[in-house]
């Protein structure tokens, strides 16, 4: 069983911070590579317009990407899954000889009650909660937290997560990183104009 690791996102653009918290998560959860799912669209975040093109968003988390143990793939597009829950369920089924757990950062996980079926997202697979500055508190306070508290395991123990029953829960903190994709677009709002030719959004992953 290959253990990996699952990052799901919009990549608008991937960027240095995506990079720096994959690689640390990497390392603290003993996995042999990660994947970050770079999403045809946020069903929470409809009528975003500034939104770049799939492709563009895909290009940019594959050059970030580059000589490190991290697979950027728009695979969702290729599976027709808009929520997390159907993905995950359709990986784990895909993918028998992995180990996945699912990576979100701290603002995620205070917004984790309004995701569809996120109890059982969380019975699906194990969840490593990255913290992040500014959404700690709010995501320890919120709806999602108050049930999966009971379902935490201490970091020290993050190594041993291929053999925790679900739902399992870690909270990883690292060492912050203040970039963020809405200062990229900030300053540069058409970022994505700049790119190289599209990468096809169809690559598959390796079994």
Known sequence: MTPT????????PAHRG??????AAIRALGLDEAWWLVSPGNPLKTGARDMAPLAARLASARRMARRAPIRATAIEARLGTRYTIDTLRKLRRRYPKRRFIWL????????????RAWRDIARTMPIAVIARPGYDTQALAGPAMA????????AVEAKHWTEWSLPALVLLRFRPDPTSATAVRAASPDWYLAQPRPISPTWKPQE
């Open 147 to 154: 049930w999966l508290r009971r379902f935490r395991h201490p």
């Open 5 to 12: 690791g699952l990052l799901g996102g919009s990549f608008n």
């Open 104 to 115: 979100m950062g701290a603002d995620n996980l205070a917004q984790f009650h309004k995701w």
């Open 18 to 23: 995506h990079r720096g918290i994959t690689l």
